[in-house]
């Protein structure tokens, strides 16, 4: 059993909430995790419940969001060569293209 821990308001930590996904399901929230900074409990806390998640540009995210893209250009030479686009893809772009331009944005005002 891990170890109980604080939230930012300062509550303990100590339910346990499990559930199943597909193989595939769990590849694209360990991909937005990733590509988010966090951590997969506070990513997917912060998801189920609403809040919003912002990512901190730091040397892991800019990690990930290369390897993300050398895949996305994989699979936009595939399709290229005569194969379908899914959607699983269509999501990987767009949910990167969303960090860029927050990123982009963090850039312009000076932080």
Not at 33 to 52: N, P
Request: net charge negative; aromatic share 4%.
């Amino acid at each position: 059993m891990s170890a109980k821990n604080l939230d930012n308001c300062k509550r303990w930590r100590n339910k346990t909430v499990a559930f199943r996904v597909s193989p595939e399901e769990d590849e694209q929230i360990d991909k937005a995790v990733r590509l988010s900074g966090l951590t997969k409990q506070e990513y997917i806390t912060r998801r189920l419940l609403c809040q919003d998640v912002v990512v901190q540009g730091n040397p892991r995210v800019y990690k990930a969001l290369r390897n993300e893209l050398v895949a996305v250009l994989e699979e936009l030479q595939r399709i290229e060569a005569g194969n379908g686009m899914d959607a699983e893809l269509l999501d990987t772009i767009e949910l990167i293209a969303v960090i860029l331009g927050g990123l982009k944005g963090e850039d312009e005002n000076g932080e």
